[in-house]
C-alpha cells in the first residue's frame, strides 16, 4: 500500500508510464534486499514537486556512498555476495528515468533505519 495521505485529492501528475514504473519498481526490488521486517511507500507534494518515497528498516547506506550508488554497475562491499545478486543497475535506471522527466532520484536515511530512497520531478511540466 502506499501512504498518499500527504497528497490533494484529485492531484493529476506528469510522467511517462512506460519509464517511471521502472524506476519505482528497481527502488523497491533494493527495499525487498534489504529490509530487515519493514517497507514503506509514501506519496506527497512538496510545492511543484511530486515525491515518492520507499523506506526500508534494513543496513541503510553511508552517507558517503549515497551519490555513489547511482552510477551504473556500482554496488556497496556489504552486498557482493551471492545472495543479493544484480549487476549493480537498477539504481542507475531510476535516476536516469527521473533526469528525463526532469527530476531526480536520491537516497538518503530512513526513519524506519535503514535507507531511504525518493523519486522527485515536477508534477505538472
Known sequence: MVNTDKLPENLFV???R???PYALRNLLR???KYAA??????AELDGDNMLIHVDDDGIGIPP???EHIFS????LDRSRDR???GYGLGLAIARRVLELHGGTAKADASPLGGARFTLSWKARQ
Open 83 to 85: 545472495s543479493t545478486g
Open 37 to 42: 521486517t519493514r517497507i514503506a511507500v509514501s
Open 64 to 66: 558517503e556512498e549515497r
Open 30 to 32: 533494493n527495499a525487498f
Open 18 to 20: 512506460k519509464a517511471m
Open 72 to 75: 551504473a554497475f556500482t554496488r
Open 14 to 16: 506528469d510522467l511517462d
